[in-house]
T-cell receptor, first 113, second 113 residues
Framework: DAGVIQSPRHEVTEMGQEVTLRCKPI?????LFWYRQTMMRGLELLIY????????DSGMPEDRFSAKMPNASFSTLKIQPSEPRDSAVYFC???????????FGPGTRLLVL | GENVEQHPSTLSVQEGDSAVIKCTYS??????FPWYKQELGKRPQLIID?????GEKKDQRIAVTLNKTAKHFSLHITETQPEDSAVYFC????????????FGTGTRLQVTL
């Protein structure tokens, strides 16, 4: 099993640019979560999906953030336009209904200059 | 919503000593409490979890205790080793409600020689 896959692993961009982060969950998992980790705020849940449907996006900071899950094996988190305060590590995680254990991807380290 | 508080934020112990990290939660309906370990630059990984139908669970040098009445749970690491040095996160959720985890703010454990 390849585990949760995220790309890119590192992203450096300039303020105002669009950033797209990608995630492939573990095959067969029906829940997918996007988290943001910073020193100041710790691990924050941004949004999660069940069977490709967004269930709770209350953690999404503002309209600049959007997430999609067009199919069971792919999700994107987009920031447009990006700002320096968006700099963080973004993790994707997946799990299976009834399992509870969330498996995290390696994360994308985003730096917005 | 759920609120999870974690203490201490940093903990330094000598190799071979025990380490204890404590968390409290606010939602009495929470019934699943995992602990994640995150090494520097790596992803969070589940190390142990406990459900509300038991008061204690052990896995080799790691144990977790749960006091539902007081709404707190703790991680105990005995005979600490340098490889235990990491950030530890507690979390809480309600099983059967889409596995949405609320994380504590993390404890940085340093095991010194």
């Amino acid at each position: 099993d390849a585990g949760v896959i995220q790309s890119p692993r590192h992203e450096v961009t300039e303020m105002g640019q669009e950033v797209t982060l990608r995630c492939k969950p573990i095959s067969g998992h029906d829940y997918l979560f996007w988290y943001r980790q910073t020193m100041m705020r710790g691990l924050e849940l941004l949004i999660y999906f069940n069977n490709n449907v967004p269930i709770d996006d209350s953690g999404m900071p503002e309209d600049r953030f959007s997430a999609k899950m067009p199919n069971a094996s792919f999700s994107t988190l987009k920031i447009q336009p990006s700002e320096p305060r968006d700099s963080a590590v973004y993790f994707c995680a997946s799990t299976l209904q009834g399992s509870e254990t969330q498996y995290f991807g390696p994360g994308t380290r985003l730096l917005v200059l | 919503g759920e609120n999870v508080e974690q203490h201490p934020s940093t903990l330094s112990v000598q190799e071979g000593d025990s380490a204890v990290i404590k968390c409290t939660y606010s939602d009495s309906a929470s019934n699943y409490f995992p602990w994640y370990k995150q090494e520097l630059g790596k992803r969070p990984q589940l190390i142990i979890d406990i459900r509300s139908n038991v008061g204690e669970k052990k896995d080799q040098r790691i144990a977790v205790t749960l006091n539902k009445t007081a709404k707190h749970f703790s991680l105990h690491i005995t005979e600490t080793q340098p490889e235990d040095s990491a950030v530890y996160f507690c979390a809480a959720s309600k099983t059967g409600t889409a596995s949405k985890l609320t994380f504590g703010t993390g404890t940085r454990l340093q095991v010194t020689l």
